[in-house]
T-cell receptor
Framework: GENVGLHLPTLSVQEGDNSIINCAYSNSASDYFIWYKQESGKGPQFIIDIRSNMDKRQGQRVTVLLNKTVKHLSLQIAATQPGDSAVYFCAECTSGTYKYIFGTGTRLKVLA | DAGVTQSPTHLIKTRGQQVTLRCSPKSGHDTVSWYQQALGQGPQFIFQYYEEEERQRGNFPDRFSGHQFPNYSSELNVNALLLGDSALYLC???????????FGSGTQLSVL
């Protein structure tokens, strides 16, 4: 909603550059992960997902990398555009449970 | 294809009052989850409904209750409102658990 991410870590990138947003997840048993984008005044928007039997998945301009050894997830955005400016959250889920645990979020600012 | 819809978009209440928020899931989805997002934080899981029953609950007091109807739509009720209940309340739907979670735009609740 309004004022999402007032005190979040911020990543500033030049338009056209690649962005990498990182996330440390909490539960080693988590086996499904999603990246969300949240713009001010809106709910989280699904970007890309990955299951624990994979370590990389690509979408349109986005790539998610999963490192289960260190419980780390990253989102790579190629050729970052002004419309990519938003707060990005990673979310984890474990089979047999029904809740998603969200990270603290990262604000991405794209500089013209 | 309608996405997740929530109503109302904004709500102002006073301490001690009760509130009901409404959600219609994405077409074809049978599972509804509710999340609370405080300012500057990631969404926190409240509970999930499936087949008209609460399937899992997060760390929220009994003042938070819900309901799912036969058409899969859902309500979130909060009794005895506290100032700390001020937040963005998000509804998310999915087809089953551990699957892509799609969010609505949320209801911004302000408790005065």
């Amino acid at each position: 909603g309004e004022n999402v991410g007032l005190h979040l870590p911020t990543l500033s990138v030049q338009e056209g550059d690649n962005s990498i947003i990182n996330c440390a997840y909490s539960n080693s048993a988590s086996d499904y992960f999603i990246w969300y984008k949240q713009e001010s005044g809106k709910g989280p928007q699904f970007i890309i997902d990955i299951r624990s039997n994979m370590d990389k998945r690509q979408g349109q301009r986005v790539t998610v990398l999963l490192n289960k050894t260190v419980k780390h997830l990253s989102l790579q955005i190629a050729a970052t555009q002004p419309g990519d400016s938003a707060v990005y959250f990673c979310a984890e889920c474990t089979s047999g449970t029904y809740k998603y645990i969200f990270g603290t979020g990262t604000r991405l600012k794209v500089l013209a | 294809d309608a996405g997740v819809t929530q109503s109302p978009t904004h709500l102002i209440k006073t301490r001690g009052q009760q509130v009901t928020l409404r959600c219609s899931p994405k077409s074809g989805h049978d599972t509804v989850s509710w999340y609370q997002q405080a300012l500057g934080q990631g969404p926190q899981f409240i509970f999930q409904y499936y087949e008209e029953e609460e399937r899992q609950r997060g760390n929220f007091p009994d003042r938070f209750s819900g309901h799912q109807f036969p058409n899969y739509s859902s309500e979130l009720n909060v009794n005895a409102l506290l100032l700390g209940d001020s937040a963005l309340y998000l509804c998310a739907s999915s087809l089953g658990s551990n699957e892509k979670l799609f969010f609505g735009s949320g209801t911004q609740l302000s408790v005065l």
